[in-house]
Each structure stands twice: as C-alpha cells, then as structure tokens.
C-alpha cells in the first residue's frame, strides 16, 4: 500500500484547507485510516481517525468542531477538512492506514503504512 498525501499550504488563521490522502496498491476498503501530525521538534500526535465504513470518527480534543475526517472508498482516498485553523495547528500531517484494524484509532503503532507528509502552516 502506498499513502500520498496532498493539499497542505500556507493559510492565514481562521482559513481552511482540505488534506487529500490518496491510497494504491493492495488498497483496503475496510481498513481504518487516520491523520497524525509533528510540529517542529514535538513528537507526531493524533488528529482524527475513521473507520473503514466511514461510519465511526474520532478527533482530538484540540479539533473537534473544526476539523472533519472522511472518506471515499471507490477512490481509495480519506480527506481532512480543516477549518478555523490556528496557527498552533501548524505541522506536517500525515495519514496512515491499518492493516488489522476497522475501527480508527489513536495509537500510532497501530498504523501499519504512512504517507509522506503534507505541511501546512498557519500565519497569525
């Protein structure tokens, strides 16, 4: 499975972006996905996770109401929808995709493949 993320950029706070995380490969429909991200020298950190139905989502508290993670399992791509950004959610963000796991979750070994990255940063 290859993981190419897309969509990251420079946005003022209070602006949005939408992240693009487009799955190839041995695809797995059922299998749960997630975006994490690292900010400069912080350790990666959990974003929002979804199932492989689509049907279950989960969020850090720092997002929720703001961000929105979904998916499109004919085209083997999860989205992120950011809104209100803030500048403390300047990262690279990262999806990830388990390979045992149908519902999302917020343990990072539990990710067997990972994108490249995205950076997005948010100007005050």
């Known amino acids: 499975v290859q993981l190419q993320a897309s969509g990251g950029g420079l946005v003022q706070a209070g602006g949005s972006l939408r992240l693009s995380c487009a799955a190839s490969?041995?695809?797995?429909?059922?299998?749960?996905m997630g975006w994490f991200r690292q900010a400069p020298g912080k350790e990666r950190e959990f974003v929002a996770a979804?199932?492989?139905?689509?049907?279950?989502?989960t969020y850090t508290d720092s997002v929720k109401g703001r961000f929105t993670i979904s998916r499109d399992n004919a085209k083997n791509t999860v989205y992120l929808q950011m809104n209100s950004l803030k500048p403390e959610d300047t990262a690279v963000y990262y999806c990830?995709?388990?390979?045992?796991?149908?519902?999302?979750?917020?343990?990072?070994?539990?990710?067997?493949?990972w994108g490249q990255g995205t950076l997005v940063t948010v100007s005050s």
């Open positions: 990830a995709l388990s390979n045992t796991r149908v519902f999302g979750t917020s343990l990072l070994g539990e990710y067997d493949y």
């Open positions: 490969g041995r695809t797995c429909s059922s299998c749960a």
């Open positions: 979804i199932s492989g139905s689509g049907g279950i989502t």
